[in-house]
């Protein structure tokens, strides 16, 4: 009778050890019925070719603190950061149309327009560098640039602007409370990291991070295949990572000239211009796809308006495909789950701005 009732238990552990066999860990498993194994395939195929957004873009030589998020919030929003006081640097990037104006190229102080498309700014932070030729490593070092040019905000010099903030009692308070340790607070490089700092904050996060963190129906069906054809088509060359791009220079045109296909009005040559290498020409930044549905028009001049018509021209003059009507529309359905939300606090124009 023993060894009777030891052979059931037994084999009621074996069946249950089965049962168990075809079961996941949390967090590892499928958080919804219905997935198969060929769901698991593509979901483990992005987390090893794209990662979820950082909450937020650090920086050990410019750490982020509230006091300093404050001011560069203020800086960001102020027109005084511009010589008549048109622009401020939400005037290009507007964060309550995501981090853009949805302009080809930007009004600057003085009513003329700039050169080159306005990127967005947010998720901007984790760039390997800033700017379409790439010349600034990071955003604490662009965002002195667009103060000082002549055509976007025109202040003077460094000088002329530093004494016009110490001439607000405000700021002085707001400085000396970011920069506690500095004998002088209100320098050229405290404005350009106060910024640098509120931008380090724009992060937006979407439905694709909770995908890539093993959400499988945070996707539609619709938006997975448009992944995968994105993965299998080649786009992932030049756009994986957190952000899908940002982080490398590519030619715009591999295989055919861009201006033949986005019927440019001027004749950008890209990093040549900086650099003045042959090999240079019609090199640009691989902007990031975050928002990307958003942040129309594209390309570095702006010259395509409608999101479609960009990938077709990305396939042709970069991959040398002619992609199917399927295909595109398959890719901008995936390019919509990269829409996240802007930060509710950041689209608030601070109360002494929004007074004055």
Same mark, same amino acid.
């Given at each position: 009778m023993k060894k009777t009732a030891t052979l059931i238990l037994l084999a009621v552990a074996f069946l249950a050890?089965?049962?168990?066999?075809?079961?996941?860990?949390?967090?590892?498993?499928?958080?919804?019925?219905?997935?198969?194994?060929?769901?698991?395939?593509?979901?483990?195929?992005?987390?090893?070719?794209?990662?979820p957004l950082p909450a937020i873009a650090s920086n050990a030589q410019n750490p982020i603190t509230d006091a300093k998020v404050l001011l560069g919030q203020h800086l960001y929003y102020d027109t005084r950061l511009s010589k008549t006081g048109n622009n401020s640097c939400n005037s290009c990037h507007n964060l309550a149309t995501f981090g853009v104006d949805n302009l080809p190229t930007s009004k600057g102080d003085n009513g003329g327009f700039g050169g080159r498309n306005s990127p967005t700014v947010l998720n901007?932070?984790?760039?390997?560098?800033?700017?379409?030729?790439?010349?600034?490593?990071?955003?604490?070092?662009?965002?002195?640039?667009?103060?000082? #040019?002549?055509?976007?905000?025109?202040?003077?010099?460094? /000088?002329?602007?530093? @004494?016009? &903030? =110490?001439?607000?009692?405000?700021?002085r308070d707001m400085f000396k409370s970011a920069f506690p340790a500095a004998s002088d607070a209100v320098t050229y490089d405290n404005v350009q990291n106060a910024i640098a700092a509120f931008e380090r904050t724009l992060i937006t996060p979407s439905a694709f991070d909770k995908y890539l963190s093993g959400d499988h129906k945070a996707l539609t069906s619709e938006?997975?295949?448009?992944?995968?054809?994105?993965?299998?088509?080649?786009?992932?060359?030049?756009?994986?990572?957190?952000n899908l791009g940002g982080a490398m220079f590519q030619k715009f045109g591999?295989?055919?000239?861009?201006?033949?296909?986005?019927?440019?009005?001027?004749?950008d040559q890209g990093k040549?211009?900086?650099?003045?290498?042959?090999?240079?020409?019609?090199?640009?930044?691989?902007?990031?796809?975050? #928002?990307?549905?958003?942040?129309?028009?594209?390309?570095? /001049?702006?010259?395509? @308006?409608? &999101? =479609?018509?960009?990938?077709?021209?990305m396939g042709k003059v970069q991959l040398n495909k002619d992609l199917s009507e399927a295909q595109v529309q398959g890719i901008v359905d995936f390019l919509g789950a990269l829409t996240g939300e802007v930060p509710a606090e950041a689209k608030k124009v601070p109360e002494m701005l929004a007074a004055k």
């Open positions: 050890a089965c049962n168990n066999s075809d079961k996941h860990e949390p967090g590892k498993g499928d958080p919804a019925p219905g997935i198969t194994n060929a769901d698991r395939e593509l979901l483990q195929r992005a987390q090893e070719t794209f990662q901007a932070a984790l760039h390997t560098f800033q700017f379409w030729d790439g010349r600034a490593k990071d955003v604490e070092e662009q965002a002195g640039g667009p103060i000082l #040019n002549p055509v976007e905000m025109a202040i003077p010099s460094k /000088d002329f602007l530093i @004494a016009k &903030l =110490k001439d607000i009692p405000a700021y938006q997975r295949i448009g992944m995968k054809t994105f993965m299998d088509v080649g786009c992932i060359q030049c756009h994986s990572g957190s591999v295989f055919a000239d861009y201006r033949d296909w986005t019927h440019s009005k001027t004749n040549l211009d900086l650099t003045k290498l042959s090999a240079d020409k019609d090199v640009f930044k691989v902007p990031g796809l975050r #928002n990307i549905a958003k942040t129309h028009p594209y390309f570095h /001049d702006g010259s395509v @308006a409608d &999101l =479609k018509e960009a990938v077709k021209i």
